[in-house]
Structures are given as C-alpha cells and as structure tokens.
C-alpha cells in the first residue's frame, strides 16, 4: 500500500512567499494547507492532523512566537520549521525558546526549504522506528523517556519535550557517560552539519537544560564537555 502523503501547514501573510513555498513543497509531493494570519495559523493546526509547519514570525493578529508557543501548550509535538526575516541570535533563541525545531532566515533558497522538511520529517520518522514500541519507556538511571509522548520524567517529576529536544536527549542517552561531539549530534539529529547549526544546538540544549536540571547554573544531568561537546550523566552527580 502506498504511503500517504505527508500533511504540511504553510502560515505566512506574504501571498508571494506563500504560494510560491505551495507550489515548491506541493510539486514535491507533499499535501500542502495554508494560512494568511498568525490566528487562522493556530485553529488549523489545533483542529487538523500535520506532519510538518513551516511558520512565519511577523504576521497579523498573532505572532509566529506566540502560535508557536500555544501548539506546544496544547501539547502538539509536531515539527515547527519557521521562516523569518527577523535573523539575529536572539530572534532565533526567542523562537527555540517558544519549541521551534529550526529557523531559517528569509530571503531563503527553496531548496533549502525543502531540504530541511525532508530532514525534520526523516528524523521524526527514525524516532518512530529506532525507539521501542508504543508505549514502552526508556530507563537509564535518574531519567525515564516516553517516546510516544515526547515527554520524561526525572526523579518523578514530568516534563514535555520538543522534537528537536528529545532527539538529543535521546542521542545523549545512547551514549551515556561518554561525551557526545557537537557534529555527532548534529548528524544524529538534523542529519547534516554547520558551523551555523552549532550555536542553533547549543540554544536547544540550553531550552533541555532548563527543562530537566534542577539547577541550570549546576547542571546535575546534561554537562558541557569543553572543546567536544555534551555528555548526559543519567543518575546524576
């Protein structure tokens, strides 16, 4: 039986840069679902099933921050690229902070667009596969992954992950103890490697830290390894 196609939700109130990302991610055989406002954005994504949202920043009637930051309240772990003109570092730490998986700065190249679709939806895909069956959890120590849910708990406490967070704490996890390099984790959850994408992981593991650590200044569970990277010591100091 043939797969079905993926479900893509484009918000943008540029008509220009919207059809034309329908048309490209259309022609690349995806199923595509706009929206012209920041509003009409959020009720389709709440109320329809997406594998994917590419998401503007500045709209009318609400923000892309702030549609962002209400589909992960509503606990929607669906993968959120958003497309911006708005590219300083602290732009895109405000847009990872509200659980956006990558940022891309406008003018962009489509292929480039289409490229990090494909790598977002693949990466979904693998955790689906690669991490046990419905329902089971994965243990090592202190923390407890539920794979399903995209959440974890730490010495009972729960906390809901983003994709792009879980991923890396699920790579780390794989590797517990042993400092994991920056571009292994690059690889293993974008599936490519930048000198840009660095300061892009280094912002989700900071979002991760605060998520988990009792004491973010103290980290307990996910340390900085200099000139390497991370390691994730899981029953703590």
């Given amino acids: 039986m043939a797969e079905a196609k993926k479900r893509i ?30 509003l009409e954005g959020l009720n389709k994504a709440l109320n329809n099933t ?70 977002l939806l693949r990466r979904n895909t693998v955790s ?3 991490t046990p069956l419905a329902g089971e959890v994965l243990r090592s120590g202190d923390i407890e992954i539920f ?17 792009t967070e879980f991923e890396i704490l699920y790579c780390l996890l794989q590797h517990f103890n042993n400092p994991v390099t920056l571009a292994t984790l690059l690889d293993e959850v974008w599936g490519y490697d930048s000198n840009e994408d660095v300061r892009m992981l280094r912002v989700h593991v900071g979002g991760l830290r605060n998520k988990i650590e009792p004491d973010v200044k103290n980290p307990k569970y996910l340390h900085t390894v200099t000139n390497v990277g991370y390691k994730l010591t899981p029953f703590g100091n």
């Fill in 128 to 130: 689906v596969e690669s």
């Fill in 9 to 38: 939700l484009i918000v943008d109130d540029d008509d220009d840069i919207r059809e034309l990302l329908e048309f490209d991610v259309r022609s690349s055989g995806y199923f595509v679902d706009t929206a012209k406002d920041g």
């Fill in 147 to 163: 794979p399903e849910s995209l959440e974890v708990v730490i010495v009972n406490r729960k906390v809901k992950l983003t994709p």
């Fill in 50 to 119: 997406y594998d994917l949202i590419l998401l503007d920043v500045m709209m009318p009637k609400m923000n892309g921050f702030d549609v962002c930051k209400n589909i992960r309240n509503a606990k929607l772990s669906i993968p959120i690229l958003m497309l911006t003109a708005k590219g300083t570092i602290e732009d895109k730490t405000s847009g990872f902070d509200c659980g956006a998986d990558d940022y891309l700065v406008k003018p962009f190249d489509v292929q480039e667009v289409l490229l990090r679709i494909r790598v």
